[in-house]
């Protein structure tokens, strides 16, 4: 266990002290110039309106909600995959109906037009 | 050693789970419940269920807090009215919590007896995912039916 | 329990391996502007060093001597905290990569890679959900329109291209039989590769890797005629540094891992037969495997200089009509073949 995963705290630990080192140095030698117009969000150069936080198109929530369906589908299907010669064809058969089950509804979702992302 | 580990997770676990309920910023808040899940996935790894850990980054914290993080992103609500609550609304919900955590300790100490799984259980999981929960595992299948037809619900009645 | 020797050799392994992903990356960056000058028929950078051979490090200098600019609006904290989880996440990935074959120091069995974990493709899965967060949270905190905007694009993308990903890596698990990414080249000595038994596999792999990578021709998130810079439109000086070095770690460490799960990784074919020392072979296998990275490399850049970029609906479109049925039908059909035989 330690041979295992004391090198990936040590790699976490190395890629960390690399990043904050970054990021502390480039803040402290780099030079600091306050300005209201450079600090103000850049909008093609006309002044900016309000700000970014305004609600927006629902259509990538069901985006985020299908990959959460098929990541969760996939992560069914590893175990499976180690071990589906001992499964045999039951195993298959019933990954076979799960599939399709999932597959179904992925159907129902594209003839209803939510991937087309067009008005 | 790994004694060591397991109080530095918990008390990560325990001091982001606060720090969820505790942010006024629900970014901040998803942030804290990602490390949360994260030294959980921690705990996992010291009992040897590695698949577990992996399970629990893949699905919780890389897809799930995903979708959470895009809601909030998506919403954007700004002007949230500030909840004003009484005093006994804090007295009855901390009795409440306190009558639950007090349940659960008592009950998990006697019973929580941590020891590592082993290397590898892909195969256990497999066999019985595929030969005894088989009915329950496709039975998932319809539940995830039931959620597409609810994103289509959501995404039509724009 | 504390095996001294174990803890240098790794240590120095770890600092090797940082030291040749960064390396490789900053002078990928010079390639990338080498070879896009040759495509278009100009000469490219020459004024740092000879060749413009010191360009990487001119480069790197001038971000970290820039201005850090925070915007008034960013909410602070997290517009420092996007591009380090995005660099965090592209350098953690080297762990479970086998650069070469064992080698025979002193006594002691070297073996070249950080750490073998045996769920290592679940681990590289979980990294590449995890780089979703860098981009996601840099963008928000911007608080810039057109870094939100890009913000929900490129994360819609790359959720939509990872479960392609995660389908094509199931049916190359159900050929391979393991989750060790060291075990997975093991098992392809000589010219049997994972490639001749996963073509198609490897097809919608490697249009994953284009994707999750935000390289053209899905370089969307980054799309400069109608999104600005993208989600790192209000970012300067080392933190837009980290961004883009980050996506150049990627395309080094996916060119890796593509190596290793369809290309053999460091298995060199016909070495075994000429009776070479071991170590001999190891130093052959690494230079071998680093030959194959830079094909791949190479490939990237070639297809930037060649293609247009897609619209939007279309890369939605292929992603989740195109690649997930067939990465689906790809896995069942692989399942079928490999229990009739």
Same mark, same amino acid.
């Given at each position: 266990m330690f041979t295992v995963y004391f090198p990936l705290l040590m790699l976490l630990g190395a890629v960390l002290l690399f990043v904050v080192a970054t990021m502390a140095l480039t803040h402290l030698v780099g030079p600091k110039r306050a300005s209201v117009h450079k600090h103000e969000a850049f909008e093609c150069g006309i002044p900016s309106q309000g700000d970014a936080r305004t609600p927006f198109s629902v259509q990538y929530f069901v985006i985020?909600?299908?990959?959460?369906?098929?990541?969760?589908?996939?992560?069914f299907l590893y175990p499976w995959a180690m071990e589906f010669r001992s499964l045999g064809w039951?195993?298959?058969?019933?990954?076979?109906l799960f599939t399709s089950v999932v597959c179904l509804g992925f159907f129902y979702i594209y003839r209803h037009r939510l991937f087309s992302f067009k008005k | 050693m790994s004694d060591i580990f397991f109080w530095v997770f918990s008390v990560m676990a325990v001091v982001s789970a606060l720090s969820v309920v505790l942010n006024r910023n629900p970014i901040y808040s998803v942030l804290s419940l990602i490390v949360c899940f994260f030294s959980i996935a921690g705990h996992y790894v010291l009992m040897g269920a590695l698949f577990l850990c992996a399970v629990h980054i893949v699905v919780y914290a890389g897809a799930i807090m995903v979708l959470f993080l895009f809601v909030i992103m998506l919403m954007n609500l700004k002007d949230v009215p500030e909840f004003v609550s009484k005093w006994w609304h804090f007295g009855a919900?901390?009795?409440?919590?306190?009558a639950m955590v007090f349940g659960l300790a008592t009950h998990l100490f006697q019973s929580y007896n941590p020891?590592?799984?082993?290397?590898?259980?892909?195969?256990?999981?497999?066999?019985?995912?595929?030969?005894?929960?088989?009915?329950?595992f496709e039975l998932s299948a319809i539940l995830f039916l039931s959620a597409v037809i609810g994103v289509v619900a959501l995404g039509k009645s724009e | 329990m504390f095996d001294f020797f174990f803890i240098i050799e790794k240590l120095i392994l770890i600092s090797a391996v940082l030291g040749i992903t960064l390396f490789i990356a900053a002078y990928s960056t010079l390639a990338e502007r080498k070879l896009a000058a040759f495509f278009q028929d100009r000469i490219g950078p020459d004024r740092a060093g000879p060749f413009g051979l010191l360009q990487p490090l001119a480069d790197g200098l001038k971000f970290l001597f820039k201005e850090a600019i925070i915007p008034a609006k960013a909410d602070r904290f997290l517009f420092v905290l996007g591009p380090s989880l995005s660099m965090l996440a592209a350098c953690m990935a080297c762990a479970v990569i086998p650069w070469g074959p064992d080698l025979m120091l002193f006594g002691r069995t070297v073996a070249?890679?950080?750490?073998?974990?045996?769920?290592?493709?679940?681990?590289?899965?979980?990294?590449?959900?995890?780089?979703?967060?860098?981009? @996601?949270?840099?963008?928000?905190?911007? %608080? %810039?329109?057109?870094?939100?905007?890009s913000t929900i694009r490129a994360s819609s993308q790359m959720i939509s291209y990872e479960l392609a990903m995660g389908l094509s890596l199931i049916a190359l698990v159900l050929t391979t039989g393991t989750l060790s990414i060291r075990e997975i080249v093991l098992g392809q000595p000589g010219w049997h590769w994972n490639i001749l038994a996963q073509p198609l596999g490897f097809m919608i792999f490697i249009v994953c890797a284009f994707a999750e990578t935000n390289r053209v021709p899905f370089d969307l998130p980054e799309c400069e005629t109608e999104l600005v810079g993208g989600y790192h439109t209000e970012y300067s000086g080392m933190q837009l540094g980290f961004y883009l070095f980050a996506e150049y770690i990627n395309m080094f460490i996916s060119s890796a891992v593509m190596t290793c799960l369809y290309f053999g990784g460091f298995q060199m074919p016909f070495i075994a037969s000429l009776g070479l020392p071991q170590n001999v072979v190891a130093l052959f296998g690494v230079v071998f495997f680093f030959v194959k990275i830079l094909m791949f490399l190479f490939l990237f850049i070639w297809i930037r200089w060649t293609?247009?970029?897609?619209?939007?609906?279309?890369? @939605?479109?292929?992603g989740w009509t195109g690649l997930i049925p067939l990465a689906i039908i790809n896995l069942l059909a692989t399942a079928v073949f490999q229990l009739c035989n």
């Open positions: 985020a909600i299908l990959f959460v369906l098929f990541d969760v589908e996939i992560i039951t195993g298959f058969f019933e990954v076979a | 919900a901390g009795a409440a919590v306190a020891r590592v799984i082993g290397d590898m259980q892909l195969k256990p999981i497999a066999q019985a995912l595929f030969t005894t929960y088989a009915v329950p | 070249l890679q950080i750490t073998d974990l045996s769920v290592g493709l679940l681990y590289l899965f979980g990294l590449v959900s995890f780089g979703v967060y860098g981009v @996601m949270i840099g963008g928000w905190a911007s %608080n %810039n329109k057109y870094s939100l905007l293609l247009p970029r897609f619209r939007y609906d279309q890369l @939605m479109r292929l």
